[in-house]
């Protein structure tokens, strides 16, 4: 049985990037050495893995990678530290239409 991770590294410009992989140690490395001189990676080394989880199932893993590339930044830094009331409050909907806040504009 394979494991699957998906990992964030923060790069030397602040920005985060999210990836998938089945060899963690492998693809880091890969993206120290700077391998592929057009990824997002290459011109923003070196890198720090900040997160990372694993997964039995590469389906969950490929899901659980696109939801976080779809978040925002203060998101991403909430996973990341492991601050999960945080990012509850930040998954919650605010659209004024959402069903929490329906009754007021009655």
């Given at each position: 049985?394979?494991?699957?991770?998906?990992?964030?590294?923060?790069?030397?410009?602040?920005?985060?990037?999210?990836?998938?992989?089945?060899?963690?140690?492998?693809?880091?490395?890969?993206?120290?050495?700077?391998?592929?001189?057009?990824?997002?990676?290459?011109?923003r080394r070196p890198l720090e893995l900040v997160f990372y989880q694993k997964?039995?199932?590469?389906?969950?893993?490929?899901?659980?990678?696109?939801?976080?590339?779809?978040?925002?930044?203060?998101?991403?830094?909430?996973?990341?530290?492991?601050?999960?009331?945080?990012?509850?409050?930040?998954?919650?909907?605010?659209?004024?239409?959402?069903?929490?806040?329906?009754?007021?504009?009655?």
């Amino acid at each position: 049985m394979h494991s699957y991770y998906v990992y964030i590294l923060k790069c030397s410009d602040q920005s985060y990037y999210t990836g998938i992989t089945n060899d963690l140690e492998k693809r880091i490395e890969q993206h120290q050495s700077g391998c592929k001189k057009n990824s997002y990676t290459y011109n923003r080394r070196p890198l720090e893995l900040v997160f990372y989880q694993k997964f039995n199932d590469v389906l969950q893993a490929i899901y659980f990678e696109k939801k976080i590339k779809g978040w925002t930044r203060r998101k991403k830094e909430a996973l990341i530290c492991g601050d999960d009331k945080m990012l509850q409050i930040l998954s919650e909907c605010r659209n004024a239409t959402h069903y929490k806040y329906y009754d007021r504009y009655e």
